[in-house]
């Protein structure tokens, strides 16, 4: 079993939709997670971290819940602009782990 | 301010050939790791430096794979002699704290590197 799951894909969705995507963390120790969005060839840039009350940044929502090991990531009115793929990160101490990334797809 | 880089961008070598890849951190960040992705596979953790110092090395592949960052500053990957399984993106990430203890990672736009 992955460290850290996520369902790659891709998820395809209208413009204005919105979509959740999911993350499981094996590791019960983990301290630090974050979404990291990463577009094609691009180097993995910082989305938001998650804290454990849950946090929003204007469309993004995320959520942790350490009971059941998971973090999930909200897009509202989802933009042409927020296809890419989105990594979840969960880390302990130095080591973070990266999951496979799960692709979005926004149309028209 | 000026952000991760990496050089080279990108790199092809010869199996049995020898590569250095060197990462320069965002100035003043004591953090720095290196990552890699497989074709096809996640991103996964190499190595973290705190300062001049090996903090976690648990990635590290195998013993051709050596990582320096002497004075603290710049670090390099040498990767020698390369195998064809060493293809792929080499991240170069650096943080102010520990990326574990929440402080995000900022990372550099990679080094494709591909062995034939």
């Known amino acids: 079993r992955k460290e850290v799951e996520q369902d790659p894909g891709p998820f395809n969705v209208p413009e204005g939709a919105t979509v959740a995507f999911n993350c499981t963390y094996s590791?019960?120790?983990?301290?630090?997670f974050f979404w990291y969005r990463q577009d094609c060839r691009k180097e993995p840039k910082l989305l938001m971290s998650?804290?454990?009350s849950g946090n929003e940044d204007g469309r993004f929502t995320a959520q942790l819940n350490r009971a059941s090991q998971y973090i999930s990531l909200l897009i509202r009115d989802s933009k042409l602009s927020d296809s890419a793929t989105y990594l979840c990160i969960a880390g302990t101490a130095s080591k973070l782990t990266f999951g496979t990334g799960t692709r979005l797809q926004v149309t028209l | 301010e000026a952000g991760v880089t990496q050089f080279p961008s990108h790199s092809v070598i010869e199996k049995g050939q020898t590569v250095t890849l060197r990462c320069d951190p965002i100035?003043?960040?004591?953090?720095l790791y290196w990552y890699r992705r497989v074709m096809g596979k996640e991103i996964k953790f190499l190595l973290h430096?705190?300062?001049?110092?090996?903090?976690?090395e648990s990635g590290m592949p195998n013993n051709r794979f050596l990582a320096e960052r002497t004075g603290g500053t710049y670090s390099t990957l040498k990767v020698q002699p390369a195998e064809l399984e060493d293809s792929g993106v080499y991240f170069c990430?650096?943080?102010?704290?520990?990326?574990?203890?929440?402080?995000?990672?900022?990372f550099g736009n990679g080094t494709r590197l591909t062995v034939t």
């Open positions: 100035s003043g960040h004591d953090n």
């Open positions: 990430a650096s943080s102010q704290g520990l990326g574990g203890r929440g402080s995000p990672l900022h």
């Open positions: 430096f705190v300062k001049e110092s090996k903090q976690d």
């Open positions: 998650v804290y454990s």
């Open positions: 590791n019960s120790a983990s301290q630090s």
